[in-house]
Each structure stands twice: as C-alpha cells, then as structure tokens.
C-alpha cells in the first residue's frame, strides 16, 4: 500500500516540472526515467551492503551511478550535463536488463535549466526503495494522477471499477488473460493481485514454481500507442514480471494476432472512432467501422469456449439504432452475454462525461441459460464531479452481490430472485423478452415508476405533436444568406435565455420550401433530445429549429386543456425523463417516438393558469435580484498619486503540500484546492494566517481567489497569498483581494498547459497593486461592504425564489420535496 508520504514526493515532483513540462504524460515519463534510474543505483548499494558487487553501474557506466551526481563537489551545470549524458547513453549499458534499456532508448531531457533539474533529483533522491513491488506502487499511483488521455475516446479507467470487473470475471490461474487496449496494464495488474490473494492461505502463496511460471507467462496486452506500451512494460515489470507480454499492435486493422484466443478478456478500449471511421480487416463478424462495435466483437470472438469477459462500453453499445449497432447485440445475446451493469454518468471525470457500462460475457453460463440480468450502479463511491472524492453510497458491493448470485443460480440451475431492495437497482428477464432492436437499456423494461401526483397523466404524443428539427445544407448558400425565417439553436438559449423573442441565426424561404426543416407556431415549446439532453426554451415566435431540438406543440384539440406556458415550466421535469430513455446526459438520442411516450401530469386548465401565473411572478423577483448581482462590481477610482507595488514585493506566496484526494468527510479544518465553489474539510492544518488563496491550475482557466483568516490546509496547487510583516500597515487583503480579482482574466491569457490550464508564481508576483493611505483603504472597502451586503440580499432572494419554483414544479410533477 501506498504511504502518504510517497504521494507527496511524486505531487511535488510534477509540481517542479510543470512549469516547463505542462503536459502531464511528459511529467509521467521524466518521473519514471528517474525512479527507475534511482532504484537501480539503490539495488546497486544493497548488494554491496551484503558483500557483493554492484550490477548495473560497473566498468566505464560507473561514472553515471546515481550517486555521482550528487557529488558536492558538482556545480548546477556540470549536474546537469552529467545527468543528461547518463540517461541518454543507459539503453547502451549491457548491464541493465533489455525491457530498462528500451525504456531509456531515446531519453532525453526535454528542458535546460539547471535549477529545476537540481530541484526535480533532490526530491527523486528521497525515494528510497528495496524492492520493486514498493516502486510498483509508486508508479502506479503516477499513472493514476496522469490526465493525458482524453483524446481519442481514451480515458483512464478509475481503480475501484478495473477492481470490480476483475472480480465478477473471477480470472484464475491457469487462464490465458489479455487486455486488447491495454493503456498502462490496469487490468492486467488487478487480474494478477486477484489471482495472488485467491492462491493464498494463512499468508502463504500455495503455487507451485511451474505455477508461477506459467502464470507471468498467461497475461497479454496490446495498445496501439508505443508511449501506453512502454509505460504498461515499466508498470508489470515493477509488479514482478520480469518478461511482461507488452505488444504494439492495432487490434482493429492488423490480422497478425487474429488466430490467438483467451480464457478471460477485460478492457476498457476506446470510444471514439477517427473522421471517417476505422477501416478494419475483413475477419469481423459485425461489418462495421465505429471502434466501440469492431472491439466489443473482437473481444466476443477471441474467447475461448469456456470463455469469460468484462468490457466497458459507451451507450451507444447499448441502445443505438444503427445497423451493426443492433446486429452486435442481437450476437452477444444469443451467445455470450448473462449480464449488463450500468454506470453512472461521471465515473470518468474529469476526462469525460459520457454515460457507459459493462458488458459481462461468460459463454458456459449463455449455454445453460437464456435470461440476462441488468443491474443500475447510481452511485460508485465517488462524488461524480470534477474532484471524485470518496463518498460512502456506494452500490458496487450490491452488484457484486447480485450478480455473483446470478452467476451461481445459473450454474446450479435454479431461478434465481431478487430481494425487494434488490429489485430497485436490478432487473432479470427471459431473452426473450428483449424488443426487436434488441436494446440493452435497463428502462426500456423496468415496469413504469409510480405517480403519486394530484392529476391524471395523458402521453406527451397524446397532446402535443412533436417536430424534429433539421438543419439546411450549410452549402448552399441559397438557404442562408439574407435568410428572413428565425433558425434556432442551443446558442440562443445561451445568450437570451429559455424565453426566444429572436434567433442569431436565420434562413431563407427556399431553404424551408426544399428542405426537410420546419416551421413552427408560436408558443411551441423547444427541447433538446440530444447532446445537452434536456434544455429547454418557449418560443414567442414562429421559428424554425436545428436537430437538437425538438419542437412540441400543443395540439388544435387540446388547446383547451393544455396551456403551453405550462408545458414549458413541466419542461424542467423532462430532463431524468430523457436521461432514463437515452441513458445519457452528454452525446446521448431520444427519439420522437420516445419523446412521445413519456406521461405528463393534466390539471384541470383553471389550475394550470395558476400554477403559471405563480410561477411566473417568481420568476420576475429572480430576475430582477440577478440583474442587480450580475451588474454588480465593486470599482476604486484610482489616483495618480497612489503608490504602485507588484504582489511579489508586498507578499510572501507558498503553495499547498497535499493531494487533492487527502479531504475528508466532515474535516475539522477547510482544506482549499482549485474548485471555484468547493472548500473540502480535512484533520490537520497546515497554515494558520490571514491569506488569499488562488487557485494555480484549472481546465477551463477560470482561476479563483478566496480569502480565509485561521487554520487551514490547502492543496499543492493552491498559492497561498500572505502580506510580509513590513507591508501589513500600507496594504489591507481587501485591496489585495481587490487587484487579485481584477488580475485573473489576464491570469487566464497568461496561463500555460494544454488539458489544464497552469499558473506560474512568477505570472502572479507581477500582479499591480495601487496602494493609497491605510485610513483610504478602509474607507473604500466599509463602502464597497455595504454595496455587498444589497447585493447577498439580492443571492438570498434568488435562491429562495429559485426554490419555491423547483418545489412547485415537482409538486406538479408529484415528486417527493
């Protein structure tokens, strides 16, 4: 297990070279070249220590142990040049093994500066380990805070889920196991400590030698990238693999490993296909060229006949229309698939929010019975935000309960029943019973919810025609310029809000008389099915709409019984709705048929006029109350004759020591990382002072200052911000705060990183200060409190008016307040 210790020397070592390596898989690898460097030179003194010689730094590579640069002796360049040379020339060294020599072959040091380099091996030089099972550890935690693939559907697959995969497919000893995406080797290392601790007993490995041997021989990864192999060799050689079956190789284009099968296959491969799709060969069984469908049929096609896998998929897997989409589905059905498990949205944040689950195939269980069982996981154990912070609901260990259950009625041939508890999270049924799209989607079968509102409720379809939007060839040129005909987008909202008196963007005549767009009433209310599932406007005009959105209108014969203002304000409601029929909240389709069938509640019209008139009257107070907040901004009309300082001079500026996962439940102390809106709790403090604190990295770049006075802890990249002792009686934190404030649009154009967004302690030193007299100051800011304490009376009123809405609405809606 990973000491806390040892995380913060691998936090602070990314901290030194972010300034000149913002990309975190460059930090990745300068890491491990010097972990790996360090252990050898450590190994090296452990023999000597018992007697013997050293191994890998003898002969003419002597020059370059470990040691030799931190001779004292030894300038910051001469450091420097040494330590450049050493890496480069290591793949030469006969003396190391091969798989270390191919990790060092083309090493180099991306960055000239003396300094950090001085800095960045004296926090590598604390690392102190004795055998490769503790570096393996370390590593793997390196490779956990790495946040490099999001590109290419590539995302990190979180720790807890591989753990959960790897138990449900239970792999065994004796069985041949592959990952055909295997990124850093995740499943692999998860399959190779289950099948340890399932061979131990009172503390004692009970296999053989030839056991063994076999068994660092049965794992097999392929990754299409050289960067994910060599990181995935590091990551199994430190995990005692001395001979780790690492492969460069395309699993979707090349035929050269078709012929090999397995006993178990665990991936989570990736999700986005190129522009244009991939071009596979020509032994799939599903003819297709969308990455997700040619894996998941690779996968079913290379199991063994007693073969068993877990596979981690996209929703579209699980529910698009598309041909081999359906034709994938109808193939795992019939013979490989007892079980789907869906995720919650935000399992792979902060990379992506995409909805997925996983597929488990197992093909003797398919053989001795024809039910599958679903199972929703709604919570992971994690927050679901950005952060991912541990949290106590957690239903992967009622999954594991039922699914294992499953597992075992089927194999001893007897039906198998859930519990009532069980039965709010899980569904089995006969294959049978799966539609003609053969759509694994969990709430395409689940009886319907109960009601337990006040009016009857009446099908969407039943009421309102629905109208699919549809965008003109963008082409023609006919169809656009000097168009007249009002074409909405989810831009629109974006600037005017859910009320649309007008479109950023028009058509023409001819465009709505040749295409398929429509044209639609007025007071039709737009939603959107797609992409940002669940925004919705009312439109004030006739207007057009891209495919998006939806357009619904209320029907001629229904006018007297459905208000569409009132439509609009249920709108709110439809967004679960929505995400239970798509089983997503980004990238996800719900069609008009679906749309249709969803159930709204009727009151009676009188009621319904009501209902509208309350709702919008608290609308009006909120709007008002966030005109004044958002209108608001404390101003200092500055004077010529005011001195100027940059922060650098006034302030001392430290940055935090702890990772962000440190926070604890109901902490004693605030523990502040770079969320605009979150203060985590911890138990110990690190600080304890009047201070500023800003965040020094951000994906988006909105970077944020708070103030706090007292004991605190922060994260490592949080710059704390204290006023030096000799300044304290010419600069108060309000005016700091102040300029701060004012400084962090040009933070934002300044920052550097690609992902995320990185501020440097010099980007914050030259922040200008205008300082007037001490007495000025304090006057300047009891004004601007006053000004602030309208404008909290203003957020007070907009969140007690926000709420009387949202209780309304799901009173209407008949859902527990």
Not at 56 to 65: A, D, N, Q, R
Not at 149 to 178: C, N, W, Y
Not at 184 to 210: C, M, R, V
Request: hydrophobic share 35%; charged share 25%; proline share 5%.
């Amino acid at each position: 297990m990973l000491d806390s210790e040892t995380k913060r020397r691998i936090d602070t070592a990314r901290d030194i070279l972010v300034g000149k390596l913002p990309d975190p898989k460059s930090q990745v690898e300068q890491i491990t070249i010097a972990l790996i460097y360090k252990f050898m030179d450590d190994m090296d003194e452990d023999s000597e220590a018992l007697g013997g010689k050293p191994v890998f730094f003898t002969g003419e590579f002597s020059k370059y142990s470990w040691s030799k640069i931190f001779d004292p002796r030894l300038g910051g360049h001469e450091i420097f040049e040494l330590y450049t040379d050493a890496i480069q020339k290591m793949n030469q060294n006969p003396n190391i093994p091969q798989l270390f020599r191919d990790i060092f072959k083309n090493a180099y040091l991306p960055y000239r500066d003396p300094e950090t380099l001085k800095s960045f091996l004296k926090v590598i030089n604390d690392f102190n380990y004795d055998h490769s099972e503790k570096l393996g550890d370390a590593f793997e935690y390196l490779l956990s805070v790495m946040d490099s693939q999001g590109e290419a559907g590539q995302f990190r697959t979180p720790r807890h889920i591989i753990d959960f995969i790897v138990s449900i497919v239970k792999p065994k000893k004796s069985d041949m196991i592959l990952d055909p995406a295997c990124g850093t080797a995740g499943f692999l290392i998860s399959s190779y400590k289950h099948i340890l601790k399932d061979n131990t007993e009172n503390g004692q490995l009970i296999l053989t030698p030839e056991e063994k041997k076999r068994l660092t021989d049965n794992f097999v990864g392929y990754d299409i990238s050289p960067d994910m192999v060599r990181l995935s060799l590091v990551n199994m050689y430190l995990h005692t693999y001395p001979n780790p079956h690492i492969y460069e190789h395309d699993t979707l284009t090349s035929e050269e490993r078709w012929n090999d099968v397995f006993d178990v296959i665990m991936a989570n491969p990736p999700f986005m296909s190129p522009k244009g799709g991939i071009k596979p060969h020509k032994r799939f069984a599903i003819k297709a060229n969308r990455s997700e469908v040619l894996f998941v049929d690779y996968i079913a096609e290379h199991l063994t006949p007693n073969g068993r896998a877990g596979v981690i998929v996209p929703e579209g897997i699980i529910f698009q229309s598309g041909i081999a989409y359906k034709d994938l589905r109808k193939m795992l059905l019939e013979h490989f698939l007892y079980a789907v498990v869906s995720l919650p949205i935000g399992v792979f944040n902060p990379y992506s929010g995409i909805k997925t689950s996983i597929l488990f195939m197992d093909k003797n269980l398919v053989k001795k019975s024809r039910q599958i069982l679903f199972v929703r996981v709604t919570n992971d154990g994690f927050s679901l935000g950005a952060q991912r912070r541990e949290v106590r609901e957690n239903d992967l260990p009622l999954a594991f309960e039922i699914i294992s259950r499953f597992q075992n009625c089927i194999k001893e041939n007897k039906d198998c029943e859930l519990t009532e508890l069980e039965r709010r999270c899980a569904l089995i049924l006969d294959k049978e019973c799966i539609k003609e799209d053969y759509s694994l989607n969990i709430d395409r079968y689940r009886p319907e919810e109960n009601y337990f509102g006040k009016w009857a409720l009446v099908e969407l379809g039943e009421v309102c025609e629905v109208f699919s939007g549809s965008t003109p060839p963008r082409g023609r040129s006919e169809y656009w310029n000097n168009g007249t005909i009002p074409w909405f987008t989810i831009d629109d909202i974006r600037q005017q809000g859910k009320i649309i008196r007008k479109t950023i963007q028009k058509i023409t005549q001819k465009a709505l008389d040749e295409t398929s767009v429509k044209l639609l009433p007025k007071n039709a209310v737009l939603l959107c099915c797609t992409a940002s599932i669940g925004e919705y406007a009312y439109s004030e005009i006739e207007l057009t709409t891209n495919q998006q959105f939806n357009g619904i209108v209320v029907k001629e014969e229904y006018k007297s019984k459905l208000l569409p203002k009132f439509l609009f304000w249920l709108s709110s409601g439809f967004k679960k709705k929505l995400e239970l029929l798509s089983g997503t909240t980004s990238f996800g389709f719900v069609s008009a048929t679906s749309l249709k069938s969803i159930k709204i509640p009727l009151p009676p019209i009188e009621i319904q006029t009501q209902i509208v008139s309350e709702l919008e009257s608290y609308q009006r107070i909120v709007e008002g109350a966030k005109e004044v907040v958002e209108s608001y901004s404390p101003k200092i009309d500055e004077s010529s004759n005011w001195e100027s300082y940059e922060v650098g001079q006034i302030c001392d500026i430290t940055t935090g020591k702890l990772d962000a996962n440190e926070a604890v439940k109901d902490g004693l102390y605030p523990f502040f990382t770079c969320s605009k809106t979150e203060i985590f709790r911890i138990n110990e403090y690190a600080f304890d002072c009047e201070a500023l604190l800003l965040s020094g990295n951000n994906a988006s770049g909105d970077f944020d200052v708070k103030y706090y006075n007292g004991k605190f802890n922060a994260y490592q990249r949080v710059y704390i911000i204290t006023i030096k002792e000799e300044f304290k009686d010419k600069v108060i934190y309000p005016l700091l705060n102040y300029y701060l404030q004012n400084s962090l649009a040009s933070l934002k154009r300044q920052s550097i990183g690609g992902l995320t967004k990185y501020l440097t302690r010099n980007m914050i030193t030259s922040v200008e200060i205008k300082t007037p007299s001490l007495e000025t100051q304090k006057q300047i800011f009891n004004q601007i409190d006053e000004e602030q304490k309208l404008v909290d009376s203003n957020n007070q009123l907009i969140e007690i008016f926000e709420k009387k809405i949202k209780n309304k609405i799901a009173a209407v809606w008949g859902e527990n307040e």
